[in-house]
């Protein structure tokens, strides 16, 4: 069974602040894939990042980097110098056999000007 | 088309009516799952399918929910004898191929309400 825990429902911050979400993930697959996504407002999930399973490279990309260590079943993503446009909720989730993406149950970050 | 798309965006109905919800995948997408998100909740998985066939449909709730795929391409899910407990967003997906490293790309979605 496949699992993703965002144990984080809610963070506030105010602008240009970082914020790190946090992701735990289980699953007896040793090929697998982990993603953020983030759901503004409007409610359209949007694609952030994309991690496999043998890349523990951490890597930054703008105001977005991530965390992913095999270890601890860890995946976590970080926005740096936060804006109120990066209010949202972000959605941690991993892919492994079977073709399905579970879900985490998302962390809304409130950014506050 | 540019990306997936979803009718109708918001749909009310009577407690014990039958509703249909329509998703239209990126042209040449041959997988397509289908999402419940409640208020405030997380997504959770219906059923997916490859081409026409659904070799996943762990997730449909009951057997008032069904889904079809035609063409391979755009999806109907109907839900028959709406309760009020069906009220969520649905949301539609698709990816390129069933190759595990494709992530998704999702619509817009469409908002239940039942009354």
């Known amino acids: 069974a496949q699992k993703v825990t965002q144990a984080q429902t809610e963070i506030s911050v105010v602008e240009k602040e970082d914020v790190t979400l946090d992701c735990v993930y289980e699953?007896?697959?040793?090929?697998?894939?982990l993603f953020w996504y983030k759901q503004p407002p409007s409610g359209e999930l949007v694609f952030l990042i994309r991690r496999n399973s043998f890349d523990e490279q951490n890597e930054i990309s703008g105001r977005y980097s991530w965390n992913f260590q095999k270890s601890t079943s860890s995946f976590n993503f970080t926005i740096t110098a936060s804006q109120v446009v990066d209010s949202a909720v972000y959605f941690c989730a991993l892919k492994a056999a079977g073709n399905k993406l579970t879900f985490g149950g998302g962390t809304r970050v409130l950014v506050k000007p | 088309g540019a990306g997936v798309s979803q009718s109708p965006s918001n749909k009310v109905t009577e407690k014990g009516k039958d509703v249909e919800l329509r998703c239209d995948p990126i042209?040449?997408?041959?997988?397509l799952y289908w999402y419940r998100q409640s208020l405030g909740q997380g997504l959770e998985f219906l059923i997916y399918f490859q081409g026409n066939s659904a070799p996943d449909k762990s997730g449909l709730p009951s057997d008032r929910f069904s889904a079809e795929r035609t063409g391979g391409s755009v999806s109907t899910l109907t839900i028959q004898r709406t309760q009020q407990e069906d009220s969520a967003v649905y949301l539609c997906a698709s990816s390129l191929t069933r190759d595990r490293a494709n992530g998704y790309t999702f619509g817009s979605g469409t908002r239940l309400t039942v009354v």
């Open positions: 699953t007896r697959d040793t090929t697998y894939y």
């Open positions: 042209s040449g997408h041959t997988a």
